[in-house]
């Protein structure tokens, strides 16, 4: 390109920028790159000047002043002393606790009512097509609204448990409790601590890290114990009886901790106003929960449905003609193929998830949105600070979320060599 | 080459955005509602007595009383208001941003709002402190009993820091239930999802007022905050700010000097008080100094009375909500209101 354009340099005209095939490109990418950077700039100045204008300055200092209000669901430390970025933090947590155990739920839902779908029984395919038409087609917002205003109006108040003949009951012998402020289930409680490791941020149990570290390497010694007998397996035809000893593997040291900790169940009872003990999970998380994981789950049917669809039959029958039954020709040919067609869709369903967590605030669940977008927004009246972080913020997990299932596809879509 | 060019044309762009940038400020509030014909007045999304529509759809209520008395003052009319709805969380920026032109939405008067947030109170209309709202078959006869509640808060307002400064200081916990709006708060409190109502005293009476059994229902005696609700606008037109001030203050400064919407034709014809003559337009031109004509506040009187009369009409004690005047009385019968002197 630069050796021509020297070449012709000697007869360049004006009128070549828009009738020389070899610059009208050129020409055409500036202009719009000029329109587009003009746009860019015009709106970052306007801005600036209105804030002036407004007298307000543009700073986020006020993520170290003290928040001043309560979290009711919080996975790391924080009190009304905690300041206004670490408010961000709780609701960050809060947002990717429930984007992950809808995203699990969403993807299990799916994929059975997917499968269902498409049996052969009419009654179970109907009511799977009923399943998909229904939640698909109505917004996630009053799905949200309508299973919490079941969750709470259809529950008993922790007051009915009272008394000497109550009109409520816990469940599952006296151990959990189904009330209109949540659920309660007993937690896990240990007699000796080993105390935690402070990181700054926050602060990490040494019991919890522990236990982790033992289920992790009890996983892996079982993966390396049935490798060792498919080894054997090959090389001799007899594969070694490994069922007890993979429940040795998995469960013994595991026990032997708990054991050693001082493990036991605190089962929440009913004390002053609320039960208390145990885990709570409150309605808010459940009914936010239940709702995206039905809702999403009823588009991962249709993203399954439309993978199973895209193998063609012969495989099918080549797996039937092998021996295999309907229900291992499944799991063995058919999703593993299909898995090629379903992962792309199925990111853009996690990020979904992901963004529609922030209609919590119409249940009052303590995500990002409500925590940083909601309260400090309102409290410190940094409106353009407060959106920008939240922006950025949404951006950067869905990004990491796309990443990480981009990785997942490259490892399972079709290897050509 | 391509380097270059993109840089030029960066250069090129950001020059001409900046000429484009240039561009001055509109008219002043009081000529663009002029202009618009029609008062934006932010109220909340529905707290009785305060600001809801009644059975015709027309909004009613003690903050709504104070736009009508606007309109009408600039307008001509107190029925040239649009009402916009806000709720705790939309309510600053919709301000903020000039969606509405004023805000009557029982907000209390705060320093960082006042300063940090860039508005301008024009006064308080009601002098209010927090309260709790419990069921009385809880048992509950203090707010010192409170300890391990549920207590369901509006998000976004100052109740929320008030509520747990006051556990803190007092040493209990509670769980903290955040709702939208007063609706939502009262059917999560009717359900029994929280054991406590948290909200100013006077909004605690309007929500009780609206159950089905408000005689089971009790507002403890403990009030935990200072809250002096009123009226605010946006820094920027100080012209603005004084008349929805003095809007305010005639409304006072008329029931003190015995005005009220039966008798103010009477006295509009001219009295032997000269504070109320001017008041009333017929001495002087008070509404001259901030661009209104001299019966701007007869009629800002004549949309629904003296300050007194909005009071006993919307939120008094013959109302379902029956409210006393208390700390709302004149400063001459031992309350706060106060008008300063119309000169």
Known sequence: ?417 | MKATLFVGTLAAAAAVAGMASAASHGASVLDQIKARGELNCGVSTGVNGFSAPDSAGEWQGFDVAVCRAVAAAVLGDPKKVKFVTTTGQTRFTALASGEIDMLARNTTWTFSRDVDLKFTFAGVNYYDGQGFMVNKALGVSSAKELDGATVCIQTGTTTELNLADYFKSNNMSYEPVPIETNAEAQQQYLAGACDVYTTDASGLAATRATFADPENHIVLPEIISKEPLGPLVAHGDDQWADIVRWTMNALVAAEEMGVTSANIEELSKGTNNPEMNRLLGTEGDLGAMFGLDAAWAKRAIMAGGNYGEIFATNIGESTPIGLARGLNSQWTQGGLMYAPPFR
Not at chain 1, 4 to 32: K, W
Not at chain 1, 171 to 193: C, E, K, M
Request: proline content about 3%; charged content about 10%.
């Open chain 1, 1 to 417: 390109m630069a050796t021509t354009s020297e070449n012709q340099a000697g007869s360049f005209r004006l009128g070549m920028l828009i009738y020389d095939t070899r610059y009208r490109s050129m020409t055409i990418q500036v202009v719009f790159m000029f329109l587009f950077m003009a746009g860019a700039v015009w709106l970052i100045d306007n801005t600036i000047t209105n804030l002036s204008a407004l007298g307000k300055d543009f700073n986020f200092g006020f993520l170290d002043v003290r928040a001043g209000y309560d979290i009711n669901q919080r996975l790391i430390e924080y009190t009304n002393d905690s300041s206004h970025g670490r408010a961000w933090a709780v609701g960050l947590l809060n947002t990717l606790l429930l984007a992950l155990f809808s995203c699990v739920t969403a993807t299990v839902i799916g994929v059975i009512a997917g499968v269902l779908r498409l049996s052969k029984n009419w009654i179970i395919s109907q009511l799977m097509n009923l399943y998909v038409e229904m939640f698909r087609n109505v917004p996630v917002l009053l799905w949200i609204v309508i299973i919490f205003a079941v969750l709470t109006e259809a529950t008993p108040a922790p007051n009915a448990f009272r008394g000497e003949n109550p009109t409520a009951s816990m469940l599952f012998f006296d151990t959990v409790a189904i009330t209109n402020r949540g659920v309660y289930v007993p937690g896990p409680l240990f007699t000796q601590s080993l105390g935690a490791i402070n990181l700054g941020v926050i602060s990490v149990s040494i019991n919890f890290l522990l236990i982790s570290a033992v289920v992790i390497g009890s996983i892996y010694a079982n993966i390396r114990l049935r490798r060792h007998a498919s080894a054997v397996q090959e090389a001799t035809g007899d594969r070694p009886v490994t069922w007890w000893k993979s429940l040795l593997i998995l469960f013994a040291p595991l026990i032997a901790v708990l054991a050693a900790l001082g493990f036991h169940l605190d089962y929440p009872t009913l004390q002053g106003f609320n039960f208390q003990g145990g885990s709570y999970m409150r309605n808010s998380f459940t009914a936010m929960w239940l709702a995206l994981s039905v809702y999403t789950g009823a588009f991962i049917a249709e993203n399954v449905r439309a993978g199973i669809l895209a193998i063609s039959k012969g495989q099918t029958e080549a797996a039937f003609a092998l021996g295999l039954r309907p229900n291992r020709t499944m799991n063995l040919v058919i999703l593993p193929q299909a898995l090629r067609v379903i992962i792309p869709p199925l990111i853009s369903q996690y990020l979904n998830i992901t963004k529609n967590t922030s209609l919590g605030i119409a249940v009052g669940y303590m995500d990002m949105r409500s925590t940083l977008g909601g309260i400090t927004l309102n409290q410190t009246g940094r409106e353009l600070e407060c959106m920008l972080l939240l922006m950025v913020t949404y951006l950067t997990a869905s990004l990491i979320i796309s990443g990480a299932m981009n990785v997942y596809n490259n490892s399972v879509k079709l290897k050509e060599r």
